[in-house]
């Protein structure tokens, strides 16, 4: 069996309905696994760009990419060399503060973190964190101990460092 | 600008697509469609089922090089669809279907999409996986549009199914059309053009070859590029295996012909490929069929692989030179620049090889004990059909002995379900591939159960003028089902015995059909060449041992190495 990696992969697609169920089906049909896609409008109208991170050897990535380049609503693309790009992913943490001590801590922690509270109740606090996966993993794992209440995670998208860019037209 | 409906702008932009028969079954969101084809030059050929229809529609695609098209009406009409285009999908076949739907908006009536109106189903959502593109409209206006880009995407690149999904309110909204205007699609620009680099990588490998070899697959058939092909191979001296997609690419009683290699390849292609020292594949994706176990297939050969489809490349083996192009073109350019570079190849030492071990295996073929064997009334059919006879076979053991024992010759004149192996796919399939080939016979090799599965087509082809020969195989049997269970279960025959109705003879009777039950092979000519002079469907049937095997035979799970001669 031949290594197996997580792979970015960065496409730009057509934004309209029914194109997220096209590209999630292929990777069912064909057997390749999403660890995460986000989704959201590219630079121009009409176009959006989907951010997947996806788990398998170079020749299942290859297929991807080319089972990818042939669904019509897919105009492009591209596999991101990881050890050029920017990766972010934004999290709202929900977590219990029933005193002060603990409140305290918290923002510390949060303050460490460059995390920003974002609601406040009596007995809990809201934090919205951004930064690479691995870094959230560890403020979630600090905030344990707390009472983690609820998790949203964006996952992970990319974009290519310096000048180069993944568009349509090159 | 002209303002119409949506149903009569679907029909005059079929017609500059030059649409000229339709399969199909129509029904209640269909109805503004049905009504607006009624006055049209267009020819509606009504299937009994819709599966009937999509292969049909199939059979046309693949005997004319065009678009087939087929329609259904919503929910069930659409689903019965399914299978035709799943079978066209594998074989990159370009099938057309429109399909009826409810509305996308209806006053004072829930008869709407998402709300699990009568006969609705989601058939975008369905038809996803199996389709090269599908798509709803969703306004009048739209459906010129709609079809240009539709037509164009399943008939270019590497052709495949598509779907236009016609909610019932969009056909009777009337809007202006625009008919004219170019194809513009950011995502599909296939690339037909080979690059120069790859071109001459592979030239300079055929060139310096031993051994060489050609395995032709299905895109040879589906890019016209049997005459390049042809050139080619007599230029180089290079005998020619075609996978089993690519049957009838290149004519079969040529010397250099091997036939086709895999599964159910000849004893003669499955050895040779072995041996070849660069193997030049045109148009196939090296299927599993085809293979066999991947580390046994060719290994002294170099690759050089020619598809349209860049996903193709790599996918199952490794390959030297990658030409992602048109076949046609490509082996066009390959040819000119060996002809720049070499005189014509006469006889070489590899080439005497394959014709001693072609004349030793030919000698020692076993076609079968006493009179009525399949093999025996295969090779007798050929010498009863013209050329430019077009063959379809239903799945199974009569489709395997059909690629077997009978020699095709034009291209484009066998017609199977290589890919889906769809029980039932040849007989409307032959109905289709007539229409299209009206002054060419068409025969079906058909078995007793695949023929089972879409016999009622037999009222299509009485009712609708169009007749056929169905050649029914019958032992009674599944019997390729039975084959491995006699081979791998212990002659455990689970779940493959039919028993001897119906009596196929009077089922043809009945539609109204010719219906023969013949006992040698001398009734048998006898009854084809009547078949031939008749206007009507003749269904032969030809009682056979369900005992027989095919043969050769690469086991499950065995490379090519291990090609069984025979029992």
């Known amino acids: 069996m031949a290594q197996e990696h997580n792979h ?37 109208i009409g176009l959006a760009r989907m951010t997947i991170m996806v788990k398998g050897d170079d020749r299942t990535i290859e297929q991807v990419v080319k089972q990818l380049n042939k669904l019509i609503d897919v105009i492009k693309v591209t596999r991101l ?20 001590k603990a409140r305290s801590d918290i923002i510390n922690y949060a303050d460490i973190f460059r995390a920003r509270v974002v609601d406040v109740s009596s007995e809990s606090l809201m934090m919205e ?42 | ?61 693949r005997a004319s090089g065009r678009a087939g098209v087929c329609m259904a009406t919503s929910g069930p009409g659409a689903t019965n669809l399914v299978t035709g285009l ?4 594998l074989d990159s076949s370009p099938v057309i279907a429109l399909t009826g739907q409810v509305n996308t ?82 995502g599909y620009k296939p690339n037909t053009e080979p690059h120069p680099i790859q071109v001459k990588r592979a030239v300079a490998l055929l060139l310096k070859a031993e051994r060489p070899m050609i395995l032709a697959g299905g895109g040879v058939n589906l890019s016209n590029a049997s005459p390049e092909l042809f050139q080619l191979a007599e230029f180089l001296m290079t005998p020619v295996a075609t996978t089993f997609m690519g049957k009838s690419c290149f004519p079969e009683n040529h010397p250099l012909s091997m036939g086709n290699i895999g599964m159910h390849g000849t004893r003669l292609a499955n050895k040779m490929i072995l041996e070849a020292d660069v193997l030049l594949a045109v148009g196939t994706r090296f299927q599993d069929r085809s293979t066999g176990t991947l580390d046994d297939f060719c290994p002294d050969a170099k690759i050089i692989h020619i598809d349209i489809d860049a996903a193709e490349i790599g996918k199952n083996v490794d390959v030297e030179v990658p030409i992602v192009a048109d076949a046609k073109v490509t082996v066009r350019l390959i040819h000119q620049q060996l002809v720049d570079k070499m005189k014509k190849r006469e006889d070489t030492p590899w080439v005497k090889r394959v014709k001693e071990v072609k004349e030793k295996f030919l000698s020692e073929m076993n076609l079968g004990k006493g009179d009525l064997t399949s093999p025996k009334l295969l090779r007798e059919l050929r010498k009863l059909l013209p050329e430019n006879a077009i063959i379809a076979t239903e799945v199974g053991q009569n489709q395997m002995w059909a690629a077997l024992h009978f020699q095709t010759i034009k291209p484009r004149t066998f017609i199977s379900s290589g890919g889906l192996g769809t029980m039932g796919f040849g007989f409307p399939a032959s109905i289709g591939a007539k229409v299209a080939c009206p002054s060419c016979p068409v025969v079906d090799i058909a078995g007793d159960g695949s023929f089972r599965m879409t016999e009622q087509e037999l009222g299509t082809s009485v009712t609708e003028d169009i007749p056929v020969i169905v050649v029914v195989l019958n032992n009674s049997m599944l019997g390729m089902v039975a084959q491995w269970q006699r081979l791998f279960y212990k002659g455990r025959y689970a779940a493959v015995k039919l028993g001897s109705v119906p009596d196929f003879a009077k089922l043809a009777q009945a539609y109204g059909a010719e219906g023969v039950r013949i006992g040698s092979l001398s009734e048998f000519s006898e009854a084809m060449k009547k078949a031939l002079k008749t206007e009507v469907t003749t269904v032969i049937d030809i009682p056979i041992s369900p005992e027989d095997d095919v043969f050769p035979m690469v086991p499950p799970g065995k490379g090519l190495k291990d090609t069984v001669a025979g029992m």
């Open chain 1, 8 to 44: 970015i992969i960065s496409t730009i697609v057509e934004n309209k309905p029914g194109v997220l169920y096209t590209v999630s089906n292929l990777f069912r049909c064909r057997g390749f696994n999403i660890d995460n896609i986000s989704v959201g409008p590219a630079e121009d």
């Open chain 2, 105 to 186: 908006y209806s006053a004072n009536t829930s008869y709407m999409i998402g709300r699990d109106a009568f006969q609705e189903a989601d058939i975008i959502g369905i038809t996803t996986p199996i389709t090269k593109y599908n798509c709803q409209v969703k306004s009048a206006a739209e459906i010129p549009g709609a079809v240009r880009t539709t037509f164009h995407i399943a008939t270019t690149g590497r052709p495949g199914p598509a779907v236009i999904d016609l909610p019932k309110n969009i056909q009777t909204e009337k809007a202006e059309m625009e008919f004219s205007g170019n194809v513009q699609i950011r």
């Open chain 1, 81 to 100: 060399d990881p050890d050029h790009i920017v990766t972010r992913e934004l999290a709202l943490i929900k977590v219990n503060a029933l005193n002060t």
């Open chain 2, 1 to 61: 600008m002209v303002r119409m409906t949506g149903a009569k702008a679907l029909i005059e932009s079929l017609k500059r697509e030059k649409v000229e028969t339709i399969f199909g079954i129509s029904g209640g969101a269909l109805l503004p469609i049905h009504d607006v084809l009624f006055d049209s030059e267009i020819r509606h050929i009504l299937a009994r089922h819709e599966q009937g229809a999509a292969h049909a529609a199939d059979g046309y695609a």
């Open chain 2, 86 to 89: 799943a079978n066209a999908y």
């Open chain 1, 129 to 170: 964190l951004t930064g690479a996966s691995d870094k959230i993993d560890a403020f979630i794992g600090l905030m344990k101990p707390f009472g983690v209440r609820e998790v949203a995670r964006t996952g992970i998208t990319a974009l290519s460092r310096g000048a180069k860019s993944v568009k349509i037209d090159e």
